[in-house]
Structure formats: structure tokens, C-alpha cells
């Protein structure tokens, strides 16, 4: 309870907004997805408007009986438009922050307790202390490091709000300007896992089996053996 305290303390120092950008979409046979419907509003306001997306989900099924009608949901902050949620940047920095100020807690309820209860205990020679105070300042690195990074891709994302990136799991394959473009790009590039693509208020997510893999990127393994 308290680390989720520390959090949203920290989300507010950062001024995060925290909204969902819901799309009702099909998938053509050709993998390509139509967006039916949008909507676009504050994460509490989810679960108090979760009838409205039933509903609405609902009356496209009625009128699309043949298709499959998918709800995607996209968790962003409304001020800088990056996505949240877990691994992504934003939420990074604000877990790395809160560790400091939970590990920061932990020293001074510790340096209180043994000033009160150790003669001897010493703030400059005391090893326990030390070693956390060593892994805080390796924290406060990693944290000012982390935001320095989200502060250029804000400033990037700011600029370039028509690119999508694409990765395969956690491995960054780049950015392009176009959704076809990209996609083009991971059925060529012969790698196999999850793939994820993101632009603004859009996300897209697809596995690709070994399999699966363009019979050319086969032959040219095959004749590298």
C-alpha cells in the first residue's frame, strides 16, 4: 500500500494524465483492421462507463455478424502522449522514483531506530547503512538517466507523432512512417516472437511462428549452412 502511495505520488509530481483511447475494430482476412468506432477518456472513468463499450461493442456485432469485433484498449498520459502501463517508459521513471523515495524511507527509519537503541552506532562507519546508501545514490543514477530519456522521447514523440515503432518483444527493430511500412518490414526481416507496433493512440500486437517465417529467409539460412 505504501509503495502504491509512493507511486502516485510520483505520477503526480510528473504530471501524468492518465486516459484510454478504446478502438472497436474487425481484422480482414488480409490482416489488415478496420477501425469501427473510437473512444477516448480519462482510466477512471473505465470501469463507471464499462456499460457504454458493452453496449457499443454489442451494437457492431449486430450490425457485423459475420465479423469479429475486437476492443482494443490504449493506456496513455494525455499531456505528453506516451503510452503507460507496464514496460513502457513512462511508468519506468515513475517505478524508479518511487524506489528512491522507498528506499530513502527505509534509511531513515533504520538511522532513527539504531540512534535510539545503539551507543555506538555511527552514520559514517555503519555498514548496513552504507550499503544502502550506495545502492540509493546507484537508484537516484539510474533514475536521472531513465528521465532523461523520456524527456527526448517526449520532445520526439512531440515532433514526429505520425511514426510507429516497431519491436519484437523488448528489441526496438525502428521507426517508420506508415503502418504498411512497418508491417512490410517484420514479414521481411525474419524475425520470430511477439510483435508490437505503436504510433500515437494506436497499438498492434501479433505473433509469428518459426514456421511462419518468408520461405527466403529459410533459403538463405539453408545455404549458409
Request: proline share 2%.
Amino acid at each position: 500500500m505504501q509503495y502504491a502511495k509512493d507511486l502516485a505520488k510520483v505520477e503526480r509530481e510528473l504530471k501524468i494524465e492518465h486516459w484510454v483511447y478504446i478502438t472497436f475494430e474487425i481484422r480482414h482476412q488480409d490482416g489488415h483492421r478496420e477501425i469501427l468506432h473510437k473512444i477516448d477518456l480519462p482510466r477512471d472513468m473505465v470501469d463507471r462507463w464499462q456499460w457504454l463499450i458493452e453496449w457499443r461493442r454489442a451494437k457492431l456485432v449486430c450490425k457485423y455478424p459475420r465479423k469479429k469485433v475486437t476492443v482494443y484498449h490504449c493506456a496513455y498520459d494525455k499531456r505528453t502522449g506516451l503510452q503507460t502501463g507496464f514496460n513502457f517508459l513512462l511508468s519506468k521513471v515513475a517505478s524508479a522514483k518511487a524506489q528512491i523515495t522507498k528506499v530513502e524511507r527505509k534509511i531513515a527509519e533504520y538511522t532513527t531506530y539504531m540512534t535510539q537503541n545503539d551507543l555506538f552506532f555511527n552514520t559514517e562507519t555503519d555498514e548496513p547503512l552504507l550499503k544502502a546508501n550506495a545502492k540509493l545514490e546507484q537508484k537516484k543514477r539510474n533514475y536521472n538517466e531513465a528521465y532523461a530519456i523520456l524527456q527526448a522521447e517526449v520532445e520526439k514523440h512531440k515532433n514526429n507523432k505520425d511514426m510507429y515503432k516497431l519491436f519484437v518483444g523488448f528489441k526496438k527493430l525502428g521507426e517508420f512512417k506508415s503502418i504498411l511500412e512497418a508491417k512490410q518490414f517484420a514479414d521481411k526481416c525474419g524475425e520470430t516472437g511477439v510483435f508490437n507496433l505503436i504510433g500515437h493512440l494506436y497499438k498492434d500486437s501479433w505473433y509469428v511462428f518459426e514456421h511462419l517465417k518468408p520461405k527466403e529467409d529459410k533459403e538463405n539460412n539453408d545455404n549458409a549452412d
